[in-house]
């Protein structure tokens, strides 16, 4: 498996367990072996929401928008962060799907369809 696929499926388990350091690390390491893979910079600013850190979150998730705009990650934080529902208690929900095991080509490309997020005026 490519070292960067390890990387961001190391950097997701420490996501799902709320270790926003290691896996911010992590995904820094994974986006520098790989700079064209959307979901590394979407789950990256999964991480920096959980980090408080609202703007790199958003540089972040408009990498990935530029890469891929069907980014399941995106369907998810874009309109949360868009629609300003984001406050100082919000922690990254431990239950938005999140794919698990990339395609060496295309991580997170065995995602599911944006579930009518595309439907939304």
């Keep these: 498996m490519r070292e960067d696929i390890q990387?961001?499926?190391?950097?997701?388990?420490?996501?799902?367990?709320?270790?926003?350091?290691?896996?911010e690390t992590l995904l820094i390491v994974a986006t520098r072996l790989a700079s064209k893979e959307a979901e590394y910079y979407s789950?990256?600013?999964?991480?920096?929401?959980?980090?408080?850190?609202?703007?790199?979150?958003?540089?972040?998730?408009?990498?990935?928008?530029?890469?891929?705009?069907?980014?399941p990650l995106l369907?998810?934080?874009?309109?949360?962060?868009?629609?300003?529902?984001?406050?100082?208690?919000?922690?990254p929900d431990a239950n938005v799907r999140i794919p698990r095991k990339p395609k060496p080509s295309a991580p997170g490309y065995e995602a599911d369809s944006d579930e009518g997020m595309s439907q939304i005026p």
């Design 7 to 23: 990387c961001y499926n190391c950097a997701l388990d420490r996501a799902k367990e709320g270790e926003w350091q290691q896996a």
């Design 43 to 71: 789950l990256l600013g999964v991480v920096y929401l959980g980090l408080r850190n609202r703007s790199l979150a958003i540089e972040h998730f408009r990498i990935a928008y530029s890469l891929n705009l069907h980014d």
């Design 75 to 91: 369907q998810t934080y874009i309109p949360l962060i868009a629609l300003n529902d984001i406050d100082d208690s919000f922690p």
